[in-house]
């Protein structure tokens, strides 16, 4: 017995119950606690010194979960537009972009799939890296950390 939901939404949220008759037994029942949860992007901001090393790490609070075993995706927005930096697949090499619009050789994947920027440029300041990673079919979390670039 199962019971499928299409186009989940957060009223969908609450307890759910089977029952059936048996027999000789009677009617047996079964309750299940349903939570719909919206989906939610982290948003975090990150300070770099022009020409360092910069490291953003790609769901910050979910470090128990081993981002390998998912598909991801980091992007660049600047200006209203989002570009695909680098897509990465479960037990597959990393793809790179090459029609970005940060030079190529500037970007590489590090530990747990953050994204690495060396070096940092002035034209990073204020753009916005998102990673996006698929648990499901339906199911995407993401996180966006903006680049404030200093001087020295």
């Not at 390998?68 to 992007?75: C, D, T």
């Not at 927005?77 to 940060?102: F, I």
């Not at 994947?109 to 953050?114: A, I, K, Q």
């Not at 070096?119 to 903006?146: A, M, N, W």
Request: aromatic letters at 10%; one cysteine or more; charged letters at 25%.
């Amino acid at each position: 017995w199962a019971l499928h939901l299409k186009n989940v939404t957060i009223s969908l949220s609450g307890q759910y119950e089977c029952s059936f008759a048996t027999y000789p037994y009677g009617t047996k029942a079964a309750k299940i606690q349903l939570i719909v949860k919206a989906e939610e992007e982290q948003h975090y901001v990150k300070e770099a010194w022009l020409s360092q090393t910069l490291e953003i790490p790609c769901l910050e609070d979910m470090t128990s979960e081993n981002l390998s075993n998912y598909p991801l995706k980091w992007l660049v927005g600047e200006n209203g537009r989002k570009e695909e930096l680098v897509t990465k697949e479960p037990s597959c090499p990393a793809v790179y972009r090459n029609d970005s619009t940060l030079d190529s050789q500037r970007v590489r994947l590090g530990l747990n799939n953050g994204l690495k920027i060396f070096p940092t440029k002035i034209t990073d300041d204020g753009r916005v890296f998102s990673c996006h990673v698929l648990y499901h079919p339906e199911r995407v979390q993401k996180s966006s950390t903006t680049v404030r670039v200093f001087g020295k």
